[in-house]
């Protein structure tokens, strides 16, 4: 059953394929701050999905995220997601993660359940 509480945590290793110098957001060899973002909403989207209609998966549509420490290559992420809020078909989140020192962002995520067909019969 689909209820607040629900949480998940996905986890990466920093490389040379999620460093901000590989994903055009910076020019150093630290973890990207869009990595992150997909690490969290990752972790969003796999806390939910186990309890959605048949059919229906979860799309993200707001993501308000702090990235207020850098980790190097070599570094372990663990993102996390807590589900907050029902809202009919919309889902928020408390997103945060962390590395072997600490916290390293954190923020709020909202989904959207939608049925897959009818979604992708749009593009």
């Known amino acids: 059953m689909l209820k ?3 949480s998940f945590s996905s986890e990466t290793i920093v490389d040379n394929n999620n460093i901000a110098s590989a994903l055009g957001s910076g020019d150093l060899a630290v973890f990207a701050t869009p990595a ?3 690490l969290m909403e990752n972790a969003a989207m796999k806390a939910v999905a186990a309890y959605l209609p048949e059919g229906s998966t979860t799309v993200g549509s707001e993501m308000n995220t702090t990235h207020i420490k850098p980790s190097g290559t070599g570094s372990t992420i663990v993102a ?3 589900l907050t809020e029902i809202d009919r078909r919309k889902l928020t989140f408390s ?3 962390k ?3 600490g916290i390293i962002g954190e923020g709020t995520h909202v ?3 939608v ?3 009818k979604f992708m ?3």
Request: aromatic share 4%; net charge negative.
């Open 111 to 113: 989904r959207f359940i």
């Open 4 to 6: 607040e509480g629900l």
């Open 95 to 97: 997103v945060s993660a």
């Open 99 to 101: 590395d072997n020192t």
């Open 115 to 117: 049925d897959k067909e």
């Open 36 to 38: 992150m973002i997909a």
């Open 121 to 123: 019969s749009k593009l």
């Open 80 to 82: 996390t997601a807590v």
